[in-house]
T-cell receptor
Framework: DAGVIQSPRHEVTEMGQEVTLRCKPISGHNSLFWYRQTMMRGLELLIYFNNNVPIDDSGMPEDRFSAKMPNASFSTLKIQPSEPRDSAVYFC?????????????FGPGTRLTVL | AQSVTQLDSHVSVSEGTPVLLRCNYSSSYSPSLFWYVQHPNKGLQLLLKYTSAATLVKGINGFEAEFKKSETSFHLTKPSAHMSDAAEYFC?????????????FGTGTRLLVSP
C-alpha cells in the first residue's frame, strides 16, 4: 500500500493567493483528517470527514479555509486568500473506520510558506 | 475539559540507556490514550494505544506505556534507546468537545539519543 499521499510536498506562495492542498487516503479507509502543525500551536485538528461527510469542522480557523471530500479517494484543503500566518505543515491522515480511537495513518505533510 | 501535558520538551539519553517520556492527562471520563512518533520531515506514526483494556500496553520498536488512573499518567518507556529512536513523541488523549469526540495532542517531547 502506498500510504496516505499528499501533494504538493512544498508550496511557497504570496499573500493573497489561493492555495489548494491535496490528499489521497489509504484505499478502503473511510475517515479522513486534516491537521496543521506549527511551532507556536503544535498539532491542531482542522476538520475530519467520515464517509466523505464533514463531521467536525470546529477546528477550521476561519472562513478563508475550506475543505472538501468529493469521493472516498480524494480531499482538498483550500485557503483563499492566504496569509503569512497560515505558514505551517499541513498533514492529512486516514483511518479504516470512523472512530477516533482507530489508528491514524499520516501522510508526509505539505509544508506551506506564505510570503 | 480534557487535556494532556507532556512534562519535558526535550529528553536526552545515551544509546543503550532507558527512555522515559512523561505524559499526564486530565479527563472527566475514561479516555483513550495514544503515543505517536514523528521522525524529521515525516508524518506521525502510532506507537501504541490504550483503550480501556490492559493497563500495560506494548507498542512497536520495544516501546511500552502504562495507564495509571490514580496518577492520571501514561508514561512511555523503552529499556534501551537506539539511535533510530531520536524523534519527536506526542501523547494524545481523546476528549469530548461540543458533542464531538476529539483528539487532543500534547506539545511533544523531542528525544535526543547520543552515541
Amino acid at each position: 500500500d502506498a500510504g496516505v499521499i499528499q501533494s504538493p510536498r512544498h508550496e511557497v506562495t504570496e499573500m493573497g493567493q489561493e492555495v489548494t492542498l491535496r490528499c489521497k487516503p489509504i484505499s478502503g479507509h473511510n475517515s479522513l483528517f486534516w491537521y496543521r502543525q506549527t511551532m507556536m500551536r503544535g498539532l491542531e485538528l482542522l476538520i475530519y470527514f467520515n464517509n466523505n461527510v464533514p463531521i467536525d469542522d470546529s477546528g477550521m480557523p476561519e472562513d478563508r479555509f475550506s475543505a472538501k471530500m468529493p469521493n472516498a479517494s480524494f480531499s482538498t484543503l483550500k485557503i483563499q486568500p492566504s496569509e503569512p500566518r497560515d505558514s505551517a505543515v499541513y498533514f492529512c491522515a486516514s483511518t479504516e473506520r470512523g472512530g477516533l480511537t482507530d489508528t491514524q495513518y499520516f501522510g508526509p505533510g505539505t509544508r506551506l510558506t506564505v510570503l | 475539559a480534557q487535556s494532556v501535558t507532556q512534562l519535558d520538551s526535550h529528553v536526552s539519553v545515551s544509546e543503550g540507556t532507558p527512555v522515559l517520556l512523561r505524559c499526564n492527562y486530565s479527563s472527566s471520563y475514561s479516555p483513550s490514550l495514544f503515543w505517536y512518533v514523528q521522525h524529521p520531515n515525516k508524518g506521525l506514526q502510532l506507537l501504541l494505544k490504550y483503550t480501556s483494556a490492559a493497563t500495560l500496553v506494548k507498542g512497536i520498536n520495544g516501546f511500552e506505556a502504562e495507564f495509571k488512573k490514580s496518577e492520571t499518567s501514561f508514561h512511555l518507556t523503552k529499556p534501551s534507546a537506539h539511535m533510530s529512536d531520536a524523534a519527536e513523541y506526542f501523547c494524545v488523549v481523546t476528549a469530548m468537545n461540543t458533542g464531538f469526540q476529539k483528539l487532543v495532542f500534547g506539545t511533544g517531547t523531542r528525544l535526543l539519543v547520543s552515541p
